[in-house]
């Protein structure tokens, strides 16, 4: 949604996986990166949930050791990023479809950025495509590469 909004004419087709152009906070970050807590272990508990229960087990292993790994404060940032830098509420409407058409693609798990944040969102991109993926979560292309490959291709066969 970023490189639509800030460069849509250098592409020739953008997708976005788990976008919307703002998506409420449900957690407090302050605990993050503490002395007394475990960043890793609780950033990967924290996104378990939204792995969808059909994922394989060694991806999703694969996913959350992802977090498990990163130094202190990397989830912070990509949190704040994800939260405050990129709340794009009103500033989607230069977004020109039919020259840069967009595809968005959200799992039915996902409650970080819900189905509904990518409808509501595609509502206000005229020609924007919304694709919601049965039996994934907010991590499509690590938790379950073979059922993310069912959506994908279909959308990169139309842009080619």
């Known amino acids: 949604m970023q490189l639509a909004h800030a460069h849509g004419d250098e592409f020739r087709a953008l997708i976005g996986l788990e976008g919307a152009d703002y998506q409420s906070p449900w957690y407090d970050t302050s605990w993050l990166n503490r002395p007394d807590v475990h960043g890793g272990e609780v950033c990967a508990a924290l996104v378990s949930g939204l792995v969808a229960p059909q994922s394989p087990d060694e991806y999703r292993h694969e996913t959350l050791w992802q977090y498990k790994q990163s130094g202190p404060g990397i989830f912070k940032g990509d949190l704040y990023f994800y939260r405050v830098d990129s ?4 500033k989607l409407n230069g977004i020109n ?4 058409p967009l595809y968005l693609l959200t799992g039915e798990y996902d409650f970080s950025c819900s189905p509904e944040d990518t409808i509501r969102t595609a509502e206000s991109i005229p020609g924007a495509n919304v694709v919601v993926m049965k039996e994934v979560g907010h991590f499509p292309m690590s938790e379950n590469p073979e059922q ?3 959506y994908i291709l279909p959308v990169l066969q139309e842009i080619s």
């Open 87 to 90: 709340d794009l509420r009103g």
């Open 97 to 100: 479809t039919s020259k840069t």
């Open 148 to 150: 993310f490959r069912k």
